[in-house]
């Protein structure tokens, strides 16, 4: 079975601190994508990296897949509330592309 | 463009009773997957269909089962339900369905959220 851990699980900062969340599995995943998820709502996905090594930037976020597909990062700098979610890592297995593993969820809570 | 309706929003069911739920996909989007979202197992998928064929399982019992309509439309339904199926149910739909290394860019719905008394 592949899992996928985040870490941290909760974390509340101050508006204008960078932060980093950590998606790590022992399992290598052909595709890694990041959703952001807000209260009733469902998650929108943010990015989708899919090679080892990969960096996509995305305006104050910037996100890494690991050299050997097996772990990713966000790194969110200067944050703002409007960055406030829940934030999921979702690993894709090559040819089944919509069978996605999600992480287990970091919850960010950005305050003025 | 109109996104991912799921239908009914909310619901309410008792133990042993069952249920059906609703998505209709964006326009176009031949694709559509279900996901189950609780908050002490996160979210787990449940099924795909493409082309009214399930294409991929999850690892749920025989009473979650799903279909899909000839517009894409789809349904799932659980039956003899347990306190433990209380979750937000989601659905989310794509273009295509990669068989390739690649990832489908799923658009979700804002789910289903069902409460099991």
């Known amino acids: 079975t592949q899992l996928l851990e985040q870490s941290p699980q909760f974390l509340s900062i101050q508006e204008g601190e960078n932060l980093t969340v950590y998606c790590n599995s022992s399992?290598?995943?052909?595709?890694l994508q990041w959703y952001r998820q807000e209260p009733g709502e469902g998650p929108v996905l943010l990015v989708t990296?899919?090679?080892?090594?990969e960096v996509k930037k995305l305006k104050r976020l910037t996100f890494q897949f690991g050299d050997a597909r097996k772990d990713s990062s966000l790194h969110i700098t200067a944050a703002q509330p409007g960055d406030t979610g829940l934030y999921l890592c979702?690993?894709?297995?090559?040819?089944?592309?919509?069978?996605?593993?999600f992480g287990t969820g970091t919850r960010l809570q950005v305050t003025l | 463009k109109a996104g991912v309706t799921q239908t009914p929003r909310y619901l309410i069911k008792t133990r042993g009773q069952q249920v059906t739920l609703s998505c209709s996909p964006i326009?176009?989007?031949?694709?559509v997957s279900w996901y189950q979202q609780t908050p002490g197992q996160g979210l787990q998928f449940l099924f795909e269909?493409?082309?009214?064929?399930?294409?991929n399982k999850g690892n749920f019992p025989g009473r979650f089962s799903g279909r899909q309509f000839s517009n894409s439309r789809s349904e799932m339904n659980v039956s003899t339900l347990e306190l433990g199926d209380s979750a937000l149910y989601l659905c989310?739909?794509?273009?295509?369905?990669?068989?390739?290394?690649?990832?489908?860019?799923?658009?979700f719905g804002a789910g289903s959220r069902l409460t099991v008394l």
């Open positions: 326009s176009g989007h031949r694709s």
């Open positions: 399992s290598v995943f052909s595709s």
């Open positions: 990296v899919v090679t080892g090594g």
């Open positions: 979702a690993g894709g297995a090559a040819g089944t592309a919509s069978k996605l593993t």
């Open positions: 269909y493409f082309s009214e064929t399930q294409r």
């Open positions: 989310a739909s794509s273009l295509t369905r990669s068989t390739g290394s690649g990832a489908n860019v799923l658009t």
